[in-house]
């Protein structure tokens, strides 16, 4: 059994001049710089995910808080307060050389993604890093200074047994409509407790999970892009012959 197939030429020609008004309304200006911002949300869109789903994780250990390990810093990957790395977001496009950019203006990020980072000191003149003792300080996202309680200079032991300085609540604080506010002396909600451990120093180790992988963030970008074509192509229209 043999079976004839019959190439219209006419139609390889209308499809080839489809295809070149594809591609040259691809090229006009206008255009490229809509693929280009599609590929730059794509892998926004891909960081702001990852960040979202690290601010879910749940502390890495309940011992001694190195470093914010125990009590993490409140909407440091992701939150509504304009600080969160998915707030720190940057991009841009230039259309004429058919380039992108994402950027993240974050100091702790690149010490996050550093093969060995360099210790955390403290900085303008302070000799100590004051390091959260409690979730409350964690949440507090003002200077120590200015934390709602009267603050004092104490050396007390860690839960690892070590005598460490520390500030120390000298008077009491309490939560009001999920804000910390003094509560004055005389009542059982934080006097005495170590509010701050106050160190010279910290070591961290690399985040190796610190941003999504080239991958996921090259898929988001793609799938943006191809979107975009899609729609241009669709609003172009095709001709075929009858």
Request: contains cysteine.
């Amino acid at each position: 059994m043999s079976v004839e197939i019959t190439f219209d030429e006419r139609l390889f020609d209308e499809t080839r001049k489809a295809v070149e008004r594809h591609i040259n309304q691809l090229n006009r200006p206008e255009c490229r710089k809509e693929l280009i911002e599609a590929a730059n949300q794509g892998v926004v869109n891909a960081l702001r995910r990852h960040f979202a789903e690290r601010q879910k994780e749940q502390p890495k250990s309940t011992g001694f808080p190195w470093f914010g390990q125990a009590y993490p810093k409140r909407y440091f990957w992701h939150g509504s307060r304009g600080n969160s790395l998915s707030d720190k977001i940057r991009k841009s496009s230039f259309p004429s050389r058919m380039e992108g950019w994402v950027g993240i203006d974050s100091p702790a990020l690149k010490h996050k993604l550093a093969v060995n980072p360099p210790p955390i000191t403290p900085k303008g003149g302070r000799r100590y890093l004051a390091i959260p003792a409690n979730p409350n300080a964690a949440e507090w996202e003002k200077e120590p200074r200015n934390f709602p309680a009267e603050l004092a200079f104490r050396y007390r032991p860690t839960p690892d047994g070590h005598w460490l300085p520390c500030l120390v609540a000298e008077s009491n604080y309490k939560k009001v409509n999920g804000r910390l506010a003094s509560s004055g002396k005389g009542g059982k909600s934080g006097e005495q407790t170590v509010v701050y451990w106050l160190v010279h120093q910290v070591r961290t180790k690399r985040d190796p999970n610190a941003l999504p992988t080239e991958e996921v963030m090259k898929d988001s970008a793609t799938s943006a892009v191809a979107s975009v074509v899609r729609r241009l192509v669709i609003s172009t229209g095709t001709t075929t012959p009858t």
